[in-house]
Protein backbone atom coordinates (compact mmCIF):
# COMPACT_ATOMS: atom_id res chain seq x y z
CA UNK A 1 0.00 0.00 0.00
CA UNK A 2 2.75 2.18 0.60
CA UNK A 3 4.07 1.39 -2.94
CA UNK A 4 0.70 2.64 -4.33
CA UNK A 5 0.31 5.82 -2.01
CA UNK A 6 3.60 7.06 -3.23
CA UNK A 7 2.34 6.16 -6.95
CA UNK A 8 -0.58 7.71 -6.60
CA UNK A 9 1.03 11.29 -4.65
CA UNK A 10 3.68 11.49 -7.32
CA UNK A 11 0.97 11.76 -9.40
CA UNK A 12 -0.61 13.99 -7.79
CA UNK A 13 1.75 16.00 -7.33
CA UNK A 14 2.72 15.83 -11.19
CA UNK A 15 -0.93 16.98 -12.06
CA UNK A 16 -0.68 19.90 -9.28
CA UNK A 17 2.19 20.89 -10.66
CA UNK A 18 1.23 20.86 -14.53
CA UNK A 19 -2.17 23.30 -12.99
CA UNK A 20 0.49 26.10 -11.14
CA UNK A 21 2.59 26.02 -14.72
CA UNK A 22 -0.40 26.11 -17.03
CA UNK A 23 -2.06 28.87 -14.42
CA UNK A 24 1.57 30.72 -14.54
CA UNK A 25 1.20 31.14 -18.09
CA UNK A 26 -2.03 32.11 -18.13
CA UNK A 27 -1.48 34.70 -16.01
CA UNK A 28 1.95 35.36 -17.23
CA UNK A 29 -0.22 35.94 -20.70
CA UNK A 30 -3.07 37.71 -19.30
CA UNK A 31 -0.72 40.42 -17.86
CA UNK A 32 1.18 41.34 -20.92
CA UNK A 33 -2.17 41.44 -22.83
CA UNK A 34 -3.29 44.10 -20.30
CA UNK A 35 0.10 45.58 -20.57
CA UNK A 36 -0.05 45.64 -24.25
CA UNK A 37 -3.59 46.73 -24.50
CA UNK A 38 -3.27 49.23 -22.21
CA UNK A 39 -0.37 50.30 -23.80
CA UNK A 40 -2.20 50.82 -26.92
CA UNK A 41 -5.19 53.08 -25.59
CA UNK A 42 -2.42 55.01 -23.60
CA UNK A 43 -0.68 56.09 -27.26
CA UNK A 44 -4.19 56.39 -28.70
CA UNK A 45 -5.21 58.77 -26.14
CA UNK A 46 -1.98 61.12 -26.32
CA UNK A 47 -2.62 61.37 -30.16
CA UNK A 48 -5.78 62.69 -29.70
CA UNK A 49 -4.70 64.77 -26.93
CA UNK A 50 -1.72 66.53 -29.26
CA UNK A 51 -4.46 66.77 -32.40
CA UNK A 52 -6.53 69.02 -30.14
CA UNK A 53 -3.12 70.85 -28.93
CA UNK A 54 -2.25 71.58 -32.68
CA UNK A 55 -6.26 72.87 -33.67
CA UNK A 56 -6.46 74.81 -30.35
CA UNK A 57 -3.49 76.36 -31.63
CA UNK A 58 -4.71 76.92 -34.84
CA UNK A 59 -7.86 78.23 -33.22
CA UNK A 60 -6.28 80.94 -31.32
CA UNK A 61 -3.97 82.19 -34.32
CA UNK A 62 -7.60 82.78 -36.33
CA UNK A 63 -9.06 84.60 -32.88
CA UNK A 64 -5.98 86.63 -33.42
CA UNK A 65 -6.13 87.63 -36.71
CA UNK A 66 -9.82 88.32 -36.92
CA UNK A 67 -9.03 90.85 -33.72
CA UNK A 68 -6.71 92.35 -35.52
CA UNK A 69 -8.91 92.87 -37.97
CA UNK A 70 -12.20 94.10 -35.76
CA UNK A 71 -9.46 96.80 -34.79
CA UNK A 72 -9.05 97.69 -38.48
CA UNK A 73 -12.58 97.92 -38.96
CA UNK A 74 -13.69 100.02 -36.07
CA UNK A 75 -11.20 102.36 -36.60
CA UNK A 76 -12.35 102.74 -40.16
CA UNK A 77 -16.27 103.20 -39.51
CA UNK A 78 -15.09 105.49 -36.78
CA UNK A 79 -12.89 107.23 -39.22
CA UNK A 80 -16.02 106.83 -41.38
CA UNK A 81 -18.08 108.44 -39.25
CA UNK A 82 -16.62 111.83 -38.67
CA UNK A 83 -17.76 115.39 -39.24
CA UNK A 84 -14.83 116.14 -41.33
CA UNK A 85 -15.26 113.25 -43.65
CA UNK A 86 -18.79 113.80 -43.98
CA UNK A 87 -18.37 117.38 -45.04
CA UNK A 88 -16.54 115.92 -47.56
CA UNK A 89 -18.65 113.75 -48.74
CA UNK A 90 -21.62 116.04 -48.87
CA UNK A 91 -19.33 118.91 -51.04
CA UNK A 92 -18.98 115.44 -53.51
CA UNK A 93 -22.07 114.98 -54.41
CA UNK A 94 -22.72 118.82 -54.16
CA UNK A 95 -25.35 119.04 -51.60
CA UNK A 96 -26.09 122.57 -50.32
CA UNK A 97 -26.44 124.08 -46.66
CA UNK A 98 -29.95 124.96 -46.13
CA UNK A 99 -31.19 128.56 -44.74
CA UNK A 100 -34.63 128.55 -44.27
CA UNK A 101 -36.79 125.36 -43.26
CA UNK A 102 -40.49 125.45 -43.86
CA UNK A 103 -42.70 122.72 -42.40
CA UNK A 104 -46.23 121.75 -43.53
CA UNK A 105 -49.05 122.27 -41.07
CA UNK A 106 -51.44 119.97 -41.46
CA UNK A 107 -53.44 121.59 -38.30
CA UNK A 108 -55.56 123.77 -40.30
CA UNK A 109 -56.59 121.55 -43.14
CA UNK A 110 -60.43 120.68 -43.78
CA UNK A 111 -61.72 117.00 -43.92
CA UNK A 112 -64.98 116.59 -45.93
CA UNK A 113 -67.64 114.94 -44.08
CA UNK A 114 -70.42 112.76 -45.68
Not at 43 to 55: R, S, V
Not at 56 to 63: A, F, T, V, Y
Not at 79 to 90: H, P
Amino acid sequence: MTKYHQTFNCEKNKSKNFLRLSLNKVLIVFVAVMLVGSSFVYLIQINEIAAKGFELKKIEQEIGLLSQENEKLSLEVIELQSMSNLQERIEKIEMIPVDRISYLDITTSLVSAR
